[in-house]
């Protein structure tokens, strides 16, 4: 059973661009959530999605940035007209109840 | 709003010895779970020991134990026998019991291992 899975695993991006980042939970998993860690510091809470929709978007910032979990294909975190101030790990993680997460490892986004 | 805090930004053990990382936090709720997650530079977070805050038993996973302290709410990781393999970041986490799905970390305590 794979792991979670995130690519690109680097993303590297000009300001003003958009930013897709791609998440594939672990098989069975139905429950995803996105955090983003800035340098130095913890995890930050995002957006908490089930399948087709979105349950907790309390962590998203409410400009440019949205999150889908379709009914098929990965979860997606978009970011649109990025700035410098997104560069950061960008980290999803899934579960298959609300119980114990699985992390990916990250998506590192850098803003030049 | 619940905060967790990290007292110790970089801690160092020499290998074999006993260390012990430090977390508090806040919170007004009685329902909830505490973590502590490995972080090393692969960036992969793994989950190395969970605690129910209504169990007064410590949760102990083989070299990793906690010093759960509910009415202080400190929730502390030993790490005995320390091996080089160790050496990562460590966060302290917090998770309602009512919501339930969002994780509070920690800024995490980057720990070295001295050979």
């Known amino acids: 059973n794979a792991g979670v899975m995130q690519n690109p695993r680097h993303l590297v991006r000009r300001r003003g661009q958009e930013a897709r980042l791609r998440c594939s939970p672990m098989k069975g998993h139905s429950h995803v959530y996105w955090y983003r860690q800035l340098p130095e510091e913890g995890l930050k809470f995002m957006v908490y999605l089930q399948k087709e929709n979105i349950i907790d978007e309390s962590g998203m910032p409410k400009e440019r940035f949205s999150a889908e979990f379709p009914k098929e294909g990965p979860s997606i975190l978009r970011i649109q007209q990025v700035v410098r101030g997104d560069s950061a790990a960008y980290f999803c993680a899934s579960s298959p109840q609300r119980e114990k997460l699985f992390f990916g490892s990250g998506t590192q986004l850098s803003v030049l | 709003a619940q905060t967790v805090t990290q007292s110790q930004p970089e801690m160092s053990v020499q290998e074999a010895e006993t260390v012990t990382l430090s977390c508090t936090y806040d919170t007004s709720e009685s329902d909830y779970y505490l973590f502590w997650y490995k972080q090393p530079p692969s960036r992969q977070m793994i989950l190395v020991i969970r605690?129910?805050?209504?169990?007064?038993q410590n949760a102990t996973e083989n070299r990793f134990s906690v010093n759960f302290q509910k009415a202080a709410k400190s929730f502390s990781l030993k790490i005995s026998d320390s091996q080089l393999g160790d050496a990562a970041m460590y966060f302290c986490?917090?998770?309602?019991?009512?919501?339930?799905?969002?994780?509070?970390f920690g800024t995490g305590t980057r720990l070295a291992v001295r050979p």
């Open positions: 986490a917090y998770r309602s019991g009512d919501s339930g799905d969002k994780l509070t």
């Open positions: 605690q129910e805050a209504y169990k007064q």
